[in-house]
């Protein structure tokens, strides 16, 4: 039996991205509670999003570097099924907020080549599961994420298949069969990669994204023979 991708689409901020993801059967949705970012969404307003997603996806509240006022404000309102750490927080602070705010915990992990895997595995035991996403430039101001950038997939190659985690970085509905293929990831993360600009989310790409991961393991399968 062929096993389906997982699939996360972040950033949403507007119900017609959100319907589309949904529909199009995403099982994770994201909101980024990071002022810097294009895809910034007030607590309130991910709320009003995040009741309509329940039952359907989990509801990921993504932050960055968060002090535990911003941690608390974000899970009593938003009421998220996991929080996504994507700064430069710990493993000591990721099992902290785990502990303290009673949800599961997925940290990203930013990659340029394979010794940024290895360190990854560090949070492995207070992370529930790593995001790989693409080392951001280090020009003054860049984003954390979100920044339609793909790392080399091949590093992840020999990544212990006990490691629970989600793929990031440049994906599109394009390259996400590839990025499955050459790293086996079960799980896939897209945020600039289904927008007409940043922070505007297109439905139709959403939907194309969904399809193509969806169908990333047959189309690997169907390569190969």
């Known amino acids: 039996m062929t096993m389906t991708i997982?699939?996360?689409?972040?950033?949403l901020r507007s119900e017609d991205a959100l319907d589309a993801a949904l529909v199009a059967g995403a099982?994770?949705?994201?909101?980024?509670?990071?002022?810097?970012?294009?895809?910034?969404?007030?607590?309130?307003?991910?709320?009003?999003?995040?009741?309509?997603?329940?039952?359907?996806a989990k509801v990921v509240?993504?932050?960055?570097?968060?002090?535990?006022?911003?941690?608390?404000?974000?899970?009593?309102?938003?009421?998220p099924d996991i929080i996504q750490l994507h700064?430069?927080?710990?493993?000591?602070?990721?099992?902290?907020?785990?502990?303290?705010?009673?949800?599961?915990?997925?940290?990203?992990?930013?990659?340029?080549?394979?010794?940024?895997?290895?360190?990854?595995?560090?949070?492995?035991?207070s992370a529930e599961r790593i995001l790989f996403d693409a080392k951001a430039s280090d020009e003054a101001g860049a984003l954390p994420g979100g920044n339609g950038v793909a790392f080399d997939?091949?590093?992840l190659a020999g990544l212990d298949e006990g490691i629970d985690y989600m793929l990031a970085g440049g994906?599109?509905?394009e390259n996400v069969a590839e990025a499955v293929r050459l790293t086996g990831a079960h799980a896939v993360d897209v945020s600039s990669g289904v927008e007409s600009r940043p922070g505007e989310k297109d439905p139709e790409l959403i939907r194309r994204f969904i399809?193509?991961?969806?169908?990333?393991?047959?189309?690997?399968?169907?390569t190969e023979q």
Do not use: H
């Open 6 to 11: 997982e699939v996360k689409i972040c950033g």
């Open 27 to 56: 099982d994770y949705v994201g909101f980024v509670f990071f002022a810097r970012s294009p895809r910034n969404i007030a607590p309130v307003a991910a709320r009003v999003l995040a009741d309509k997603a329940r039952g359907r």
């Open 61 to 79: 509240a993504l932050l960055v570097d968060p002090d535990d006022a911003l941690v608390a404000d974000v899970v009593g309102t938003v009421e």
């Open 87 to 125: 700064g430069s927080e710990t493993a000591e602070r990721v099992g902290e907020i785990a502990r303290r705010f009673g949800r599961p915990v997925m940290k990203a992990v930013r990659v340029a080549d394979a010794s940024d895997v290895a360190a990854a595995l560090a949070y492995a035991g």
């Open 153 to 155: 997939w091949r590093v």
């Open 171 to 173: 994906l599109t509905a």
């Open 211 to 222: 399809r193509a991961a969806k169908t990333a393991k047959q189309t690997a399968t169907a």
